[in-house]
Structures are given as structure tokens and as C-alpha cells.
T-cell receptor, first 109, second 113 residues
Framework: RKEVEQDPGPFNVPEGATVAFNCTYSNSASQSFFWYRQDCRKEPKLLMSVYSSGNEDGRFTAQLNRASQYISLLIRDSKLSDSATYLCVVNGPGNQFYFGTGTSLTVIP | SQTIHQWPATLVQPVGSPLSLECTVEGTSNPNLYWYRQAAGRGLQLLFYSVGIGQISSEVPQNLSASRPQDRQFILSSKKLLLSDSGFYLC????????????FGDGTRLSIL
């Protein structure tokens, strides 16, 4: 079983739509959680950390459900510039980072 | 603030040639350092990680090796490249403790001919 699993998509949504990505992780001892954004042929960049209480950064909202072992990312009012691959990342015991394979998002004009 | 530098950005090498990719981090001490490879359209594969000078852990068997000669320097090497070594190589760092995220270098796109 993979440490982190994501729906690969692709998600094709119109501008202004709300889109949500989910991610599940297998190790209940995982300690911290992140969403990264990766543009084509570029390095992953940290989008936001995910806290137990949930957190928001502008149009982006991240939530963590430890009981069910999943994290989510909600993007409201999608912009063309949001088109990218979104990576779910889990930091487990021993400071090991586990990456999902990414969810592809295309925002359509 | 912390920065990570990785070079070269692009590299084209013949099969059987050696490889050396370098990564340096500035603005922090005792970072964890990582080398990843990403094949086209695929996820990140962890190759090596290091928690200190001279301490290297390898995740997958391969013809690549890594070294950490200084606290903030991480080098990926090969004596003889294979076609299958083509890919996007990424160096990353994280704080040693505290559940902090990783930060990536710009990556090296390696093509083997």
C-alpha cells in the first residue's frame, strides 16, 4: 500500500469554479502535512501547510482529518493561473517525506 | 532567509559518461538534504537523503551515489550513466527537527543520449 494516495485527475474546471482535492495517508503516526504546487517542468513549491484545525490562505483552504487519515485542499474562484499539479505530502516518523503522485488541474477560460 | 542552489539546470550526457550534480543550501545549519528523481509525467522518487556530513541513506538500488562533504553541500554522482537515468533531478532541504516542510532547488533536467 502506498504511503500517500491521490486521485491523479485530471480535473478540468471553468474559471471561477470551486474544486477540491483529497489525499489519504497510511501511517497514523504521520506528523505534518503539506500541499505543494508543481508547474510543468518546474520544481514543487510549497503551497501551504495543513494544520489539525484547518487553515485558509486566500482562496485556498486545507483541512486534515486524522481519524480518517486524509487531507484536503479546496480552491475557490479558480483562476487560469491555478492550473498545475498539486502534490500531497506527508511527513512521517524519522522526518521522512512521502509524496503523492499529484493531481492535475486545468482551469479553462 | 534560506536559499537552495542546484546546478546545472540542463544537462545532456552520453551513455557511459560520468555525472556530478551539485546542490548547496544557504542560511541554515544542519539541514536534512534530499535527492529526488522525477520521470516525465510521474511522481517524485526519493534517491538519497542525508541527516549530516558523511551520512547518506539510499532508498533504491541504482548506479547513482551521493556524498555530503560539507554541512550544506550535497552531490549526486554516477561513474557511468545509463539511458534509464534520464529525468528531472531535484535537490531539497528541510530543517532537522520541527516537522517543517521541504524546499526544493530549481532542478536539473538530465537527458542521456
Amino acid at each position: 500500500r502506498k504511503e500517500v494516495e491521490q486521485d491523479p485527475g485530471p480535473f478540468n474546471v471553468p474559471e471561477g469554479a470551486t474544486v477540491a482535492f483529497n489525499c489519504t495517508y497510511s501511517n497514523s503516526a504521520s506528523q505534518s502535512f503539506f500541499w505543494y504546487r508543481q508547474d510543468c517542468r518546474k520544481e514543487p513549491k510549497l503551497l501551504m501547510s495543513v494544520y489539525s484545525s484547518g487553515n485558509e490562505d486566500g482562496r485556498f483552504t486545507a483541512q486534515l482529518n486524522r481519524a480518517s487519515q486524509y487531507i484536503s485542499l479546496l480552491i475557490r474562484d479558480s483562476k487560469l493561473s491555478d492550473s498545475a499539479t498539486y502534490l500531497c505530502v506527508v511527513n512521517g516518523p524519522g522526518n521522512q517525506f512521502y509524496f503523492g503522485t499529484g493531481t492535475s488541474l486545468t482551469v479553462i477560460p | 532567509s534560506q536559499t537552495i542552489h542546484q546546478w546545472p539546470a540542463t544537462l545532456v550526457q552520453p551513455v557511459g559518461s560520468p555525472l556530478s550534480l551539485e546542490c548547496t543550501v544557504e542560511g541554515t545549519s544542519n539541514p536534512n538534504l534530499y535527492w529526488y528523481r522525477q520521470a516525465a509525467g510521474r511522481g517524485l522518487q526519493l534517491l538519497f537523503y542525508s541527516v549530516g556530513i558523511g551520512q547518506i541513506s539510499s532508498e533504491v538500488p541504482q548506479n547513482l551515489s551521493a556524498s555530503r562533504p560539507q554541512d550544506r553541500q550535497f552531490i549526486l554522482s554516477s561513474k557511468k550513466l545509463l539511458l534509464s537515468d534520464s529525468g528531472f533531478y531535484l535537490c531539497a532541504w528541510s530543517q532537522l527537527y520541527g516537522n517543517q516542510p521541504q524546499h526544493f532547488g530549481d532542478g536539473t533536467r538530465l537527458s542521456i543520449l
